[in-house]
């Protein structure tokens, strides 16, 4: 099976091989990654604009792509938060292609990030710098952090995906 792949994000290939192993056992899958501007502020917040950089990235990749494919997936990772919380919490939205030209979303997300922290990215600051320098944590993978590393970026984008298969 073919994928395209609108990012060349290591955690954005893992979250497609889970959620595509996931749902379509036994089979063999090539994830080819292709980097696409979301059009979108480096760090997006709401989930209006994070949608639009998912479909913003699909319609570059729909440009790029010039051969066969299966399906052609597109992420795009935010935050969100409401006047009656407190913190904010990621968000995700994927698109996904198939080679029929229909689309299938998928929204998740849910991990809670502390104000302290999304303020020091909205002021410009960038996470894995922040995470590097206030907690001591290299790998950048902040969904790893504030789970206590019960979860990653990777699942936590794998299910976003797979939310969006379940429609398939």
Known sequence: MKIYLASTSGAKKTAVELAFSSKFQNQKFEIIGINCKSGVSPQPFGEEETILGASNRMKEMESKVTEDYDFLVSCEGGFITYSFLEDYYGFGATIIKSKEGLSYWG????????????????????????LRSEYGIDDGDVVSYFTQGKMTRADAVAKQISIALENI
């Open 107 to 130: 929204f998740g997300g849910g991990i809670r990030h502390p104000k302290e922290f999304v303020e020091k990215i909205k002021s410009g600051e960038d996470a894995s710098d922040i």
